[in-house]
Nanobody, 132 residues
Framework: QVQLVESGGGLVQAGGSLRLSCAASGRTFSSSAMGWFRQAPGKEREFVAAISRSGSSTYYADSVKGRFTISRDNAKNTVYLQMNSLKPEDTAVYYC?????????????????????????WGQGTQVTVSS
């Protein structure tokens, strides 16, 4: 398994930006698709974005498309989530997760409620709060 540690969360005003990082340890990082998920108070955890093992393919939830960008640096064992034009409804705990062998095509075909399937390594989360 991959051990994951998120960082970069904080408090930001609406319209602002944050960049989250997720540092991974373990030998399977470059063989794993990586994803970002979030959980707002009183809500279920939801999919935000995913990136393929090589970084050549990405997929986003409709709610963040055009505002968030996921990227990865396999040399640094790190995945990033650049968040721009933040809105109060983006307030949540953000988690990164790893899915060994999963492809973006499979993630894209799944319904929203099943996008966590296959992600078997999770970080502890980092809080993002967007004030209005």
């Amino acid at each position: 398994q991959v051990q994951l540690v998120e960082s970069g969360g904080g408090l930001v005003q609406a319209g602002g930006s944050l960049r989250l990082s997720c540092a991974a340890s373990g030998r399977t990082f470059s063989s794993s698709a990586m994803g970002w998920f979030r959980q707002a108070p009183g809500k279920e955890r939801e999919f935000v974005a995913a990136i393929s093992r090589s970084g050549s393919s990405t997929y986003y939830a409709d709610s963040v498309k055009g505002r968030f960008t996921i990227s990865r640096d396999n040399a640094k064992n790190t995945v990033y989530l650049q968040m721009n034009s933040l809105k109060p409804e983006d307030t949540a705990v953000y988690y990164c997760a790893a899915a060994l062998g999963l492809t973006i095509a499979v993630i894209r075909e799944r319904s929203a409620s099943r996008r966590e399937a296959g992600f078997n390594s999770w970080g502890q989360g980092t809080q993002v709060t967007v004030s209005s």
